[in-house]
């Protein structure tokens, strides 16, 4: 079965600590691997579409990154407003999007 | 360019009872969705449609949900009975094309059973 694991589940930071966040995931044929934000009482929203090893993707304060068997998503310099929870998501062949749990971000002022 | 509108925002119920929820698309988009997601989880997939067509709806608890996209617009998704596990957050979404990673979501549904 196919699997994505994101670590940490919660990750609190002081603003302007730059960390990584982990997307883990076990499937055979990955047809993309994508990254969304999800704030308090919202649906989550799009950041990042990754579709081969190697592939970098930047937005204001975050890059994110694709290897071969994990993704990271690189927060630099992070601001209070960037606190939420980043969700990420694989889809294989033409089958659904399978999402992990998320990470937790909080910056703290 | 309007997003994902869904209603109602909350809803409160007791277990047995029923419950439906809407949603309207961002005009253009073929491909609707519904995910569930519960406190602490990833959104999981409920229902796909392409148009009025059912894509995919292995995950979805046929013997009480149910959903439907009449005209290829707007859908909704019944609950019936509801159960206490069914307490979740309600999630719409569209997408330009099927088969993309790219998803526009609502704010979504929240829905309570007591």
């Known amino acids: 079965e196919d699997q994505v694991t994101q670590s940490p589940e919660a990750l609190r930071l002081q603003e302007g600590e730059s960390s990584s966040l982990n997307c883990s995931y076990t499937?055979?044929?990955?047809?993309?691997l994508f990254w969304y934000r999800q704030d308090p009482g919202k649906g989550p929203e799009f950041l990042f579409t990754?579709?081969?090893a190697g592939e970098e993707k930047e937005k204001e304060r975050l890059k994110a990154t694709l290897t071969k068997k994990e993704s990271f998503l690189h927060i630099t310099a992070p601001k209070p407003e960037d606190s939420a929870t980043y969700l990420c998501?694989?889809?294989?062949?033409?089958?659904?999007?399978?999402f992990g749990t998320g990470t937790r971000l909080t910056i703290i002022p | 360019e309007a997003g994902v509108a869904q209603s109602p925002r909350y809803k409160i119920i007791e277990k047995r009872q029923s419950v439906a929820f809407w949603c309207n698309p961002i005009?253009?988009?073929?491909?609707l969705y519904w995910y569930q997601q519960i406190l602490g989880q990833g959104p999981k997939l409920l229902i796909q449609?392409?148009?009025?067509?059912?894509?995919?709806d292995s995950q979805l608890p046929k013997d009480r949900f149910s959903a439907e996209r009449l005209k290829g617009v707007d859908s909704t998704l019944k609950i019936q009975p509801a159960k206490l596990e069914d307490s979740a957050v309600y999630l719409c979404?569209?997408?330009?094309?099927?088969?993309?990673?790219?998803?526009?979501f609502g704010e979504g549904s929240r829905l309570t059973v007591l």
């Open positions: 979404a569209s997408s330009f094309q099927a088969n993309t990673g790219e998803l526009f």
């Open positions: 499937v055979s044929g990955l047809r993309g």
């Open positions: 990754l579709y081969s």
């Open positions: 998501a694989v889809r294989v062949g033409n089958e659904k999007l399978t």
């Open positions: 005009s253009g988009h073929a491909t």
């Open positions: 449609f392409q148009n009025n067509g059912v894509v995919d």
